[in-house]
């Protein structure tokens, strides 16, 4: 570190008398002691000992230093651009460095770093829109640094909508032109290309990564990026090294015609937002009577996400599930049709798929089956009914039945009243911490 601030040093003629062979705090001391002598307005000189106590990673002094520059010289570049970056990266206050990078531009509207930085603040705050403006800035006044090639690329990739494929494609590739050994230009778009689901791309790019950082390692502590930094970024790539490796494969399983390996493809596609990828590949595997595709697509439609919402569609689908006992499809359907989902309203038809369910063991369809009796809704009501239902859900572990039951027995709905069997199925409901009974119980107490 000494030997890089010495370097730094030999640009600045008021200062090589002191260039010995004294460490950095000695140095300070003496620019300190030249600043209070021969040039106590030396603003080369404050920049520089604002230098040394970053090196020594002193930020507070730094800071310092770059305030008394700017007490001085309030347009001086430097320290301004130093500043900022000091409020962004040490202190994290974004708002301050902001308004830093904003003076210089408005000084230097060419000065790119200043742009870039400006990006990167709107970029860490997810203002993706903003930040590809400044990165189009900074790149059209130095269009040689590859880092504002990368993080446009990235900005334009979260922004979600309006950049093309091959839009973000171009930016990490001239990243990478310009430095073919810009180990983050691959990293980040072999991530991109797995988002994008193009495995075989995303693979070559880590394998070319993970050989930089093989290289990186063997240089030590001269390395350019932190040993820790270089190992964390190993076990990432090795991680999606192996994603790559095993949607290959389950890509060529899909597309020689294994359903479950088209469900899986439609999964991952839906898990990215794309619906509508995700759509043709549960097609695919429905049509080889996958029934979790089937599953995603009546949900799909109706949720509407990612495309028109379509009850009529979606009942569909859940149908073809429901009548070979797929009891999540007839819970579903059960409710389109109780709570008019999408104009449909049919109570009765409801209870059909609620009883079905509820044949099958659903603790919930049984309970509103139950429930369907006891108010008469789609059906005649019965409260000797609404008990059966709610005995069968209770026995099954649901407190919100036992507390119907016990109320039934409490009013005598369906039965002979009977505080006692009451009190029992209240004191099975509260055993699990259910408040209702535990009131129920309290008012039968008092």
């Not at 009013?411 to 259910?434: C, D, N």
Request: net charge positive.
């Amino acid at each position: 570190m000494i030997e890089a601030v010495l370097e730094t040093l030999k640009r600045f003629p008021d200062v090589q008398a002191f260039l010995t062979n004294k460490n950095i705090s000695t140095i300070i001391n003496d620019v300190q002691n030249r600043m209070s002598t021969d040039f106590p307005k030396s603003t080369r000189m404050l920049n520089m000992l604002a230098y040394f106590e970053y090196k020594l990673e002193d930020y507070d002094k730094s800071l310092l230093y770059r305030n008394k520059v700017l007490e001085i010289d309030p347009d001086n570049r430097t320290a301004l651009y130093s500043r900022g970056n000091l409020y962004m990266d040490k202190f994290n206050k974004l708002d301050k460095a902001k308004q830093d990078y904003k003076k210089i531009l408005q000084i230097d509207d060419y000065f790119s770093g200043a742009s870039f930085r400006l990006g990167s603040i709107n970029k860490r705050r997810r203002n993706y829109r903003e930040a590809i403006k400044y990165y189009n800035a900074a790149i059209k006044h130095y269009p040689f640094e590859p880092e504002y090639f990368l993080d446009r690329a990235i900005a334009k990739y979260f922004s979600g909508v309006g950049y093309e494929y091959e839009s973000v494609i171009d930016d990490f590739n001239k990243a990478i032109e310009l430095d073919h050994r810009y180990i983050d230009g691959y990293y980040y778009k072999g991530k991109y290309l797995i988002d994008k689901s193009e495995y075989k791309e995303a693979r070559i790019n880590f394998q070319i990564a993970s050989q930089l950082i093989r290289q990186e390692r063997k240089k030590g502590s001269s390395a350019t990026i932190p040993q820790k930094e270089l190992q964390s970024l190993t076990e990432n790539i090795n991680n999606y090294l192996k994603t790559c490796e095993q949607f290959e494969a389950l890509y060529e399983k899909a597309k020689n015609g294994d359903p479950d390996a088209q469900y899986s493809i439609g999964q991952s596609h839906e898990h990215q937002g794309k619906i509508l990828k995700a759509l043709k590949w549960y097609q695919e595997a429905s049509n080889k009577g996958q029934s979790d595709a089937q599953y995603r697509i009546a949900e799909i439609y109706s949720s509407g996400r990612g495309v028109q919402k379509n009850i009529i569609e979606a009942i569909k689908w859940y149908k073809k599930l429901a009548v070979n006992g797929h009891q999540r499809s007839q819970l579903k359907l059960g409710t389109i049709y109780r709570f008019k989902s999408g104009g449909v309203h049919d109570p009765a038809e409801a209870l059909k798929w609620y009883k079905m369910a509820a044949e099958q063991g659903s603790t919930r369809a049984q309970t509103i089956t139950g429930d369907m009796y006891y108010n008469g809704n789609g059906v005649k009501q019965s409260y000797q009914s609404a008990l059966k239902w709610y005995k069968k859900a209770a026995e099954n572990g649901s407190s919100l039945a036992r507390t119907k039951v016990g109320d039934m027995y409490y009013t005598g709905q369906g039965q002979k009243q009977s505080y006692a069997e009451a009190k029992k199925w209240y004191l099975k409901a509260a055993e699990r911490g259910y408040f209702m009974p535990q009131i129920k119980l309290g008012d039968m107490y008092y």
